[in-house]
């Protein structure tokens, strides 16, 4: 069953309810697509221009912690700011651990979001170098829709893996 259909997170507003239980339903799309993945499933691609798994899963985590940076109002350390120039560059690594840095980084998140407080989702914050002015509640919703779309990806590209051999 889909996560929404659980309703509003105990004990939480339905505006943070919505966000964690988008971020459950990553979290299973990630878990069901992505843990039994042979390692070199994690970097195969049918086309070079395709991003494959590994650089896909890396992304969804360290991206969605820039963003949960943005919108608790502080800035992206350095070292992770400049692991986003290359997030989507193959390194090889084992797919496990890219897995589970992703999820660790996602429970990261998940702890930041049930830490906002209804009085911040209005707060204006600044985003990127060039301090873009962003509401808190559009910076979350821009995580999740952001994740979303790239966990779609994985999807996509875990079904082309599967049917290689028929392609």
Avoid at 47 to 53: F, K, Q, S, V, W
Wanted: proline share 7%.
């Amino acid at each position: 069953m889909d996560p929404f259909l659980y309703g509003d997170v105990p004990g939480t507003d339905p505006q943070k309810s919505a966000w964690l239980r988008g971020l459950q339903h990553l979290d299973e799309v990630l878990e069901r697509w992505v843990t039994d993945l042979e390692p070199e499933g994690y970097w195969w691609s049918p086309a070079e221009a395709i991003n494959p798994i590994g650089v896909l899963v890396r992304h969804i985590g360290g991206s969605s912690l820039r963003l949960l940076h943005y919108a608790q109002g502080r800035q992206v350390p350095d070292a992770l700011r400049e692991e986003g120039a290359s997030d989507f560059v193959p390194t090889g690594a084992p797919g496990p651990e890219l897995l589970r840095e992703c999820q660790e980084r996602l429970r990261t998140v998940r702890a930041g979001l049930e830490a906002l407080t209804p009085g911040e989702y209005a707060a204006v914050r600044e985003v990127g170098r060039k301090q873009v002015p962003v509401r808190t509640t559009i910076i979350v919703q821009h995580l999740l829709e952001h994740a979303h779309a790239h966990a779609a990806q994985v999807v996509l590209m875990r079904k082309l893996y599967d049917a290689r051999g028929s392609l």
